[in-house]
């Protein structure tokens, strides 16, 4: 279920969206998200846009394959609060794909709209050097193509 505000219009790029409820154990003693608790939530949903939207194992990449994606740059907006019990949607869109780095637009949505917008940049690194890599063919390449997707998937 997506979580759509009356002033909500469509994605300009392909978007991948995740519905929550705000869990009690992401918010402050003043009854509202804890801002660092929004970073845990779009760690997540990177975590299953890879795993669920591109279909490639997130825990493979780290694991076995031992390909990383750390974060190296995030700027963020926070616009609303959001209080435990809050019925949100998470998105994420591809902003730009490099060879070694991809930007994407993150964001948080109730139903009175935007709460929090971010732009986090991620470098694909190679985690026994911990060196900057090319992306991984299958992972450019599933990342391209859900780039070329025109509809909104969940």
Sequence with gaps: MTVVSPDYSPP???????????????????GIVFFAQYYVMFQNLVDDWITEGL???????????????????????????STMGDLITLGLEV????NKSLTLQLM???????????????VCTNL?????MPFPPDLRHAIAMFMAKSTESA
């Design 55 to 81: 279909g490639i194992a997130y825990g493979d990449l780290l694991g076995p394959r031992r390909v990383g994606l750390p974060t190296v740059r995030f700027e963020t907006d926070f616009k609303a609060i």
């Design 95 to 98: 902003e730009q794909l490099g």
């Design 128 to 132: 026994d050097t911990h060196r900057s």
């Design 12 to 30: 300009s790029r392909p978007r991948f969206t995740k519905a929550m409820r705000v869990p009690f154990s992401a918010c402050d003693p003043a």
């Design 108 to 122: 948080v949505i109730g139903l009175d709209g935007v709460r929090v917008e971010a732009r986090q940049v991620i």
